[in-house]
């Protein structure tokens, strides 16, 4: 049974910044890409930002690049959003996700965390 468990959503100002975080147990981290993923109201889920598994590669949506990072502590079996220069536009609950492999498609990621919100005021 995987938990993974995401923390550090909450208001914030537009041009704030906020860090989330993923923690995971009951399967070797280090053998998952994580990624964030997140969905505003009325939308679709939609790709934020991927690290591989050893987290030497990263791969971001357009509309975060430059503004947000993912990282990961394979240590601590976490994985990290940092979000900066945030605008309302990134309001969403944002969940993060486990799969085999960097290259993996949204239906390849088998294991979700159950999500934290974001909200950004203007």
């Known amino acids: 049974q995987v938990q993974m468990v995401e923390s550090g959503g909450g208001l914030v100002q537009a041009g704030g910044s906020l860090r989330l975080s993923c923690a995971v147990s009951g399967r070797t981290f280090s053998n998952y890409a994580m990624a964030w993923f997140r969905q505003a109201p009325g939308k679709d889920r939609e790709f934020v930002a991927v690290?591989?598994?050893?987290?030497?590669?990263?791969h971001y949506a357009d509309s975060v690049k430059g503004r947000f990072t993912i990282s990961r502590d394979n240590a601590k079996n976490t994985v990290y959003l940092q979000m900066n220069s945030l605008k309302p536009d990134d309001t969403a609950v944002y969940y993060c996700?486990?799969?085999?492999?960097?290259?993996?498609?949204?239906?390849?990621?088998?294991?979700w965390g159950q999500g934290t919100q974001v909200t950004v005021s203007s």
């Open positions: 996700a486990a799969a085999r492999s960097f290259y993996s498609g949204y239906s390849e990621y088998g294991y």
């Open positions: 690290i591989s598994r050893s987290g030497d590669n990263t």
